[in-house]
Every structure is written in structure tokens, then in C-alpha cells.
T-cell receptor, first 110, second 115 residues
Framework: SQQGEEDPQALSIQEGENATMNCSYKTSINNLQWYRQNSGRGLVHLIL?????REKHSGRLRVTLDTSKKSSSLLITASRAADTASYFC??????????FGTGTRLKVLA | NAGVTQTPKFQVLKTGQSMTLQCAQDMNHEYMSWYRQDPGMGLRLIHY???????DQGEVPNGYNVSRSTTEDFPLRLLSAAPSQTSVYFCASSYLRASGTGELFFGEGSRLTVL
């Protein structure tokens, strides 16, 4: 399988804390994207980082990319109960065949 | 602006039956794709298309057919349903640029159970 892997598989934190999740992938990429999926819903795009970028911010989200290690991390600062969801990384290897990670289930406790 | 619309939301089939999952987008996206999501497996690409008349296989294409006669529609056909095709199916679309695709816009999913 070409699937990427994410860790941890599950994460439970208190509201206000930071949440960090990691993604590893296997092929060279054009870009890496992070998505959020609320229970029973479709995926929603959060942020895209290109292969020539090392860090990107969007609101409370911070994404880093290390192409030498084929890994990325997503940091959500000052988490809220509404951040409870599953988070997936997806890599675009330039072949139109996106490869998704296995996901991290985040639970933010109020 | 509806985005990506999938129908039906739920379907129960018997082994051997055929059916079509519908996907339509109103964003004039060239790229459309189908994924299946199984517990612990993330999303796996079934088929994709980069424009009308152009389709290609993804990671798990066996048992599925697609066609793209218009920019807006990308139906997924199950030819002879098997219990292994019990899953949640997602359609996604995106624009195409010289650097490849951009962010994917997803439908709300179609939950299929094959008995």
C-alpha cells in the first residue's frame, strides 16, 4: 500500500491545549494537504503546503514539512471542543493520485 | 452554490446487484475522483478524471467503472456488488493548474452496505 501513516491514531486533550499530529509518506510530492472530517461528514480542506515550503500558518493551524524525512506535522493551538474531528494528511505526488494517511482522531474535552 | 453533491446518501444492496453512485459538481472543476473509506484505512482512490472523456484507475479500481461525459458529472458504477465493497464512498473535485491539482472539495459521502 502507498498509504501514508499518521500518528498518533487517537489524541485526547483539554480545551485550550495544543494538539500535534504527524504524517509520514513514502513518495516524492508536489504538495501536502491536511483535511478535517467531522463524524459522518465529508472531508474539509484545512491547509496546503508546497514541497518547496517548510512551514505555513493559517489562523490557529501551523503546518511543517520536512521533505528529507518525508514527514509533516499539523499543530492546532488553543484547541476548542469544535476541533474534535479526524484529521488526515494527503500527498499529491504529481500523478493526480492523491494518497491519504490513515488519520488521527482528535477529541477535545471541554 | 451546491459544491459537490452525492446521491444516494445510503444504499443497501444484495450480493450481485449493480448500482450507480452519482456525483455532480457545479464549480467547473476539471478534476474529479472517487474514494472509498474503510475503518482504519483512510481514503483510497478508486478512479479519477482530469476532464470530460478522460478517466484513469486509482489504487483500488477492481469492481468499479466510471465515465465522464460532462464536466459536471462523474458517476461510479458497481457492476456486481460484493460484501467487500461495503464502505463509505466519497466524491471529490478540484481545479487543475500547471502545478497540478489544488484543494479537494468533497461530497458528504454515500454509505453502501452489501449483504
Amino acid at each position: 500500500s502507498q498509504q501514508g501513516e499518521e500518528d498518533p491514531q487517537a489524541l485526547s486533550i483539554q480545551e485550550g491545549e495544543n494538539a500535534t499530529m504527524n504524517c509520514s509518506y513514502k513518495t516524492s510530492i508536489n504538495n501536502l494537504q491536511w483535511y478535517r472530517q467531522n463524524s459522518g461528514r465529508g472531508l474539509v480542506h484545512l491547509i496546503l503546503i508546497r514541497s518547496n515550503e517548510r512551514e505555513k500558518h493559517s489562523g490557529r493551524l501551523r503546518v511543517t514539512l520536512d521533505t528529507s524525512k518525508k514527514s509533516s506535522s499539523l499543530l492546532i493551538t488553543a484547541s476548542r471542543a469544535a476541533d474534535t474531528a479526524s484529521y488526515f494528511c494527503a500527498t499529491d505526488p504529481g500523478t493526480y493520485k492523491y494518497i491519504f494517511g490513515t488519520g488521527t482522531r482528535l477529541k477535545v474535552l471541554a | 452554490n451546491a459544491g459537490v453533491t452525492q446521491t444516494p446518501k445510503f444504499q443497501v444492496l444484495k450480493t450481485g446487484q449493480s448500482m450507480t453512485l452519482q456525483c455532480a459538481q457545479d464549480m467547473n472543476h476539471e478534476y474529479m475522483s472517487w474514494y472509498r473509506q474503510d475503518p482504519g484505512m483512510g481514503l483510497r482512490l478508486i478512479h479519477y478524471s482530469v476532464g470530460a472523456g478522460i478517466t484513469d484507475q486509482g489504487e483500488v479500481p477492481n469492481g468499479y467503472n466510471v465515465s465522464r461525459s460532462t464536466t459536471e458529472d462523474f458517476p461510479l458504477r458497481l457492476l456486481s456488488a460484493a460484501p467487500s465493497q461495503t464502505s463509505v464512498y466519497f466524491c471529490a473535485s478540484s481545479y487543475l493548474r500547471a502545478s497540478g491539482t489544488g484543494e479537494l472539495f468533497f461530497g458528504e459521502g454515500s454509505r453502501l452496505t452489501v449483504l
